[in-house]
Nanobody
Framework: QVQLVESGGGLVQAGGSLRLSCAAS????????MGWFRQASGKEREFVAV????????RYADFVKGRFTISRDNTKNTVFLQMNSLTPEDTAVYYC???????????????????WGQGTQVTVSS
């Protein structure tokens, strides 16, 4: 059982920055594909970013537009999401997710992932 714990959310003004962290409980973390999703109130969960097990490949949702950066530190079993130039439209609960099973799939869909964190609230005021 993999446990994922997000942190770093909070309240920030528009134009500000936040850095989210997601710590995994398993030492096999370095073999996982890790993703970030978000869910705004009344909306479906949507893909934000994904990073390969090595960190050598990343992919972002179009709305990120160069504002967010996903990274990972496999020595600390942690994945990060640096968010800059935040807007009120970025307000949501942000979730990290782990894909622990090797195989094909659509990494931008929630169904691709095996484990999820509890989420961290990000609120951007105008």
């Amino acid at each position: 059982q993999v446990q994922l714990v997000e942190s770093g959310g909070g309240l920030v003004q528009a134009g500000g920055s936040l850095r989210l962290s997601c710590a995994a409980s398993e030492r096999t973390f370095s073999s996982y594909v890790m993703g970030w999703f978000r869910q705004a109130s009344g909306k479906e969960r949507e893909f934000v970013a994904v990073i390969s097990w090595s960190g050598g490949r990343t992919r972002y949702a179009d709305f990120v537009k160069g504002r967010f950066t996903i990274s990972r530190d496999n020595t600390k079993n942690t994945v990060f999401l640096q968010m800059n130039s935040l807007t009120p439209e970025d307000t949501a609960v942000y979730y990290c997710a782990a894909r622990t099973v090797y195989g094909p799939g659509h990494e931008s869909t929630p169904a691709y992932y095996d484990y999820w964190g509890q989420g961290t609230q990000v609120t951007v005021s105008s």
